[in-house]
């Protein structure tokens, strides 16, 4: 079993305004994880603290992730793994630290 390494995670609250004049939130979340051929990443979400979490996205190539389904005057709890899909989640790694976003 291929050993994972921590994963540090970040957040960040976007608002922007449309043509209509509608307000569109999204967040950012970008993560540092040391570099290893064949790892995915998965996205936890959940609406308190410490969870339960729900699965938003698997199989995130990249470092980076959009969460354009949040809606306006929620908190949003976030954790990232990490993990090979050749051999599921006896090689997936802890979740990250959570981050909280709050949507205006």
């Given at each position: ?76 709890y976030y954790v990232v ?24």
């Open positions: 079993m291929k050993r994972m390494a921590g994963l540090l995670l970040v957040t960040l609250v976007m608002c922007y305004q449309l043509a209509d004049g509608a307000v569109k939130h999204q967040v950012s979340l970008k993560w540092k994880a040391s570099a290893s051929q064949g790892v995915k990443y998965g996205i936890g979400r959940g609406t308190k603290s410490g969870g339960p979490y729900q699965q938003l996205a698997v199989n995130i190539s990249g470092l980076t992730y959009q969460d354009t389904t949040v809606v306006t005057k929620k908190s949003y793994v990490a993990y090979y899909p050749s051999c599921g989640t006896k090689c997936q790694s802890k979740p990250s630290n959570q981050v909280k976003a709050t949507i205006p």
